[in-house]
Structures are given as C-alpha cells and as structure tokens.
C-alpha cells in the first residue's frame, strides 16, 4: 500500500524546544517537500530536496532544518528560533522535481506551541 | 498581487445547482496548473489536472486560458460531498533546468446545503 506517511498527528511543544517532524514514502520518489498552512492561507514551501543528499531552501525556510540522508525520509526539525511555529505541517512527493509533476500530500502534522 | 489568485469565498449552493470557480496566476513562466481538495483539516488532494484543451472527469470541467492567465473549475449537480475547499495550483518553473515549483491559491470554500 503506497503511499505518504507523517507522523505525530498532533504535536505539542514548549517554547524554545527543537521539535522533529516525520515524512516517509515508498513511492520510490525522487522529489519531497515541506510546506506550512496557516488558517486561511495558501501553502508556503519550507524546503524541498531533488534527490537524496541534497535540499533547497524554498520561501520560508528560516527557523526549520531537514536532512535527506535516505530517498524514503525528509524529516523537518522546527527549532526554537521559529518565532510562529504553530501550524499545520504539509510533506509531499513527486516522481521527479520538474515543473509538470504533480505533487502528493501525506496527511499533515498540527504542531502547536504552547 | 499574489502569484495565484481566486475568487473569494464562501460559495454557499443548493445540491444540485452548478458552480464556478475563478483562478488567475501572474507569472507567464507557470508550466502545469492544478486543482486540488481539501477537506477540513485534511491534506490537499489532487482533483484534476487542467490542460489547455480543457478536460473534463464526470461532474468536473477544468479550463485553461494561457493568453488570460486564468483557470477555471466547473462543478455541475453538486452534492453534499462536495462540500470542501478547492485550491488552485500552478507549476512555476524556476532556477535552472526544469525545476518546479508550486504556488498555491488561498483556496476558496464551498458549502454545499440540502
């Protein structure tokens, strides 16, 4: 069953504490993405990796940190110098990173900071 | 003026009745256009994809005019389910190469009421 999972659903954190977001997929993709919604807003792209190895800052990508160590895995770490981390957390995938391939979304993480 | 831009909602309709969305995007360098769903705090998923010619997929008619910079949806009889927020998406080709990227519309609501 293929497909993108993220995990917390729902995560919580205290001001100040890094926080670690989960994205997999085993869609055998080369292309993931981070993006953030805020309440009545479009998506904003943190960041995003073309291949294993490498990744991008996308538009806001300060305050957020990930790594691409594995072609399945695109953590996002959100740490203590994002000023308005509370949001809900988007990863997507696409085969490939060019400008005609549509982009797939896991369920989201709702991280809010108390 | 924001990259992609739709009409604003909420679009509050009878089962039934037939509806339209309106979407424009500034940037002549968008390569592939979209309509994703999303239902209340869910992830987008992917509706359709809008191609030049125009397509349709059953109750769905999606239009693209390249000259206006403009993309439509159509959705005709609509039901209960279709009770959601439709984004408007374009592939916006950037950097070298062929490399994507996705500009999202804030989405416009729909209601649709028994």
């Known amino acids: 069953d293929g497909g993108i999972t993220q995990s917390p659903k729902y995560l919580f954190r205290k001001e100040g504490q890094n926080v670690t977001l989960s994205c997999e997929q085993n869609?055998?993709?080369?292309?993931m993405y981070w993006y953030r919604q805020d309440p009545g807003q479009g998506l904003r792209l943190i960041y995003y990796?073309?291949?294993?190895?490498?990744?991008q800052k996308g538009d806001i990508a300060e305050g957020y940190s990930v790594s691409r160590e594995k072609k399945e895995s695109f953590p996002l770490t959100v740490t203590s110098a994002q000023k308005n981390p509370t949001a809900f957390y988007l990863c997507?995938?696409?085969?490939?990173?060019?400008?005609?391939?549509?982009?797939?979304f896991g369920p989201g993480t709702r991280l809010t900071v108390l | 003026r924001k990259e992609v831009e739709q009409d604003p909602g909420p679009f509050n309709v009878p089962e039934g009745a037939t509806v339209a969305f309106n979407c424009t995007y500034s940037?002549?360098?968008?390569?592939?256009f979209f309509w994703y769903r999303q239902d209340c705090r869910k992830e987008p998923k992917l509706l359709m994809s809008?191609?030049?010619s125009g397509n349709e997929d059953g109750r769905f008619t999606a239009q693209l005019n390249r000259a206006s910079q403009y993309i439509s949806l159509l959705i005709r009889d609509s039901k209960l389910s279709d009770s959601a927020t439709y984004l408007c998406?374009?592939?916006?080709?950037?950097?070298?190469?062929?490399?994507?990227?996705?500009?999202f519309g804030q989405g416009t609501t729909l209601q649709v009421k028994p």
């Open positions: 997507a995938s696409s085969i490939a990173p060019t400008s005609t391939d549509t982009q797939y």
């Open positions: 869609l055998n993709h080369d292309a």
């Open positions: 990796s073309q291949i294993v190895n490498d990744f």
């Open positions: 940037n002549s360098a968008s390569q592939s």
């Open positions: 809008v191609y030049s």
């Open positions: 998406v374009v592939n916006l080709r950037h950097g070298s190469g062929n490399t994507g990227k996705l500009i």
